[in-house]
């Protein structure tokens, strides 16, 4: 596993780079308080003995900083066109998380020639809230400085970081102090906000990113994994989108939250690993 970096205008794209034989797996990690090494610290070295593994620190997260402009959901989509064309890879499978798998399902609509399988875990992009509710993030999204500061209350110490999480995990990691000391050091060096794709993607009235309208247009081998108990990402919204992609598969986790893979990354490790060798040729 070795750290390398893609000179780009607005700053140096971090990825973390592992594997020398196989297919390519691009991991893609969530926002906020998220990276590339928090996020895929277990499922890297699962892959890498079978692909080449290529893990995005997303633009002001994790050794991707510091940056000079807008990371938003077009430029995140940009972000993997230029990691594809660095490596000269032709076609990927991607795997993303939360903000990451909103990305995988954008890409994936934008380029269905380039993508081979994908895994969305807890996917963004395919959200509805309610009147009021909506609203409300709205507003948050419209004052980040207010919202960071809140924020910064949770991850200001190690103790508030460890309570914060406990509400992450329905059932504590075994290496949860571990976590913990990760998302408290990425808090201290990258600060707590929402990420510019967060932010950018809520209008007023509604969703301003909503691929559910554009999932019926993929053909690939898609996989989707859900925790059950997850407070980001409602779960029925997962089962709609897994139900508008043809032959997708849909794993529920029970007992599980929204970080399913840290929370229990040999379980969520195995199951990736199976869907990417069905088929394998």
Known sequence: MRSEYIKCAEGDLHVIVAGEKGKAV??????????????????????????????IDWPKQGKSVPWNGLADHKYLLKCVDTVLSHYNLKTINLVGLSQGGAITLAYTILNPEKVEKFVAIAPGGILRFPVIYHQLLW??????SLTSGISKLFFKKRKTTALSLKYIFPVLPPDFDSIVDEVYEEALLNGTKASDWQNNSIGFFKMKINLMPELHRISCPALFIQGDKDAAVNPKFTTEASSKIQN????????????????SPEKVNGIILDFLNENKI
């Open 139 to 144: 507003l948050s999204a419209k004052l980040p």
């Open 26 to 55: 691009l991991l893609l990690s969530g926002a906020g308080v998220d990276n590339a090494h928090l996020s895929w610290k277990h499922l890297i070295p699962a892959l890498s003995p079978y692909y080449r593994v290529f893990a």
């Open 248 to 263: 997708a598969k849909l794993i529920i986790l029970e007992n599980h939250g929204h970080w399913l893979n840290r929370q």
